[in-house]
């Protein structure tokens, strides 16, 4: 089982990216819900 | 919310699957030994980037002949998850290749021209953070992606056309070529769950973008109110 370490780092690295990834998507996609809830409420209470 | 968590946690199912697919049913390559698993992951990534970005091209050229903003919103989405997996092709590459050539990197056509292509859409999501007004930032963003998307081509063909340190293609690489009927069976399903992911990251991006249109549509409706 030679090399074992360096495929589990591969796909450790691998698995974290796409992780990662959709994490920076998720809480980008939370922080504009938020934005447009505030704009919303700021829009009607001008109105 | 449900449905998205739903979805997400069948990816990681399938995902797991593939992990313990590779790891444990494909067979051992005589050559090279164990270091060989990170194949499923890596050749799949590279052909998930390069469908990705083939994605972004469509929506660039859509883009330009339509101007209508979901195509920008395509076009962004599908370059950042190609960005993703082509990441993923670049860092796995020289893990893989260190104990069989000796080496961890080489500039060869096929590791050059995927470099370039991750610097080209890395100068993409940039770009579009240098210009302001959306309208314009889609279409020079959508014509940069446009001429970008040339390298694809080049990067796929690279192992075909040129003498390469990097293999040739044993996946539709014509006559001799070829996998072991278990080991296809592993690749292909890891094709099959990393374009699933990707549809799911593209989805799920997409509607981050959709949402960046309607905060810019309510700050417009503010300003002239």
Redo the contacts between chains.
């Keep these: 089982m030679k090399n074992l370490g360096s495929v589990f780092a591969a796909y450790v690295i691998g698995w974290g990216i796409f992780f990662i990834y959709y994490i920076t998507v998720a809480r980008r996609t939370a922080a504009l819900g938020e934005q447009i809830e505030r704009l919303k409420n700021t829009l009607n209470r001008s109105k | 919310m449900k449905k998205r968590i739903l979805i997400?946690a069948v990816v990681v199912i399938l995902?797991s699957f593939a992990?313990y697919a590779?790891?444990f049913v494909a067979p051992t390559e005589s050559k090279m030994?164990?270091?060989q698993?990170?194949f499923y992951?890596?050749a799949p990534?590279g052909m998930v980037a390069l469908l990705s970005f083939f994605v972004c091209f469509v929506g660039n050229l859509a883009y330009v002949f339509t101007r209508k903003p979901k195509w920008d919103w395509l076009g962004v989405s599908a370059a950042?998850?190609g960005m993703?997996f082509c990441?993923?092709l670049i860092?796995?590459g020289p893990?893989?290749a260190?104990?069989v050539w000796g080496i961890w990197w080489t500039w060869d056509a096929r590791l050059t021209l995927t470099f370039v292509l991750w610097l080209l859409y890395t100068s993409y999501l940039l770009l579009r953070t240098l210009v302001e007004d959306p309208d314009r930032r889609a279409l020079i963003s959508a014509i940069y992606g446009i001429f970008a998307f040339l390298d694809v081509p080049l990067v796929y063909g690279s192992i075909r056309w040129w003498r390469t340190q990097h293999p040739q293609p044993v996946i539709m690489g014509g006559s001799g070529s070829g996998l072991e009927p278990t080991m296809a069976r592993v690749f292909w399903f890891w094709f099959l769950n990393l374009v699933i992911?990707m549809i799911f990251?593209i989805h799920?991006?997409y509607?981050?973008e959709a949402?960046?249109g309607?905060?810019q549509s309510?700050?417009r409706?503010?300003e002239a109110?």
């Design positions: 997400a995902m992990a590779a790891l030994g164990t270091i698993r990170i992951l890596h990534s950042e998850v993703a990441t993923v860092l796995t893990i893989w260190h104990p992911l990251l799920e991006r509607a981050l949402m960046r309607e905060v309510i700050e409706e503010a109110a």
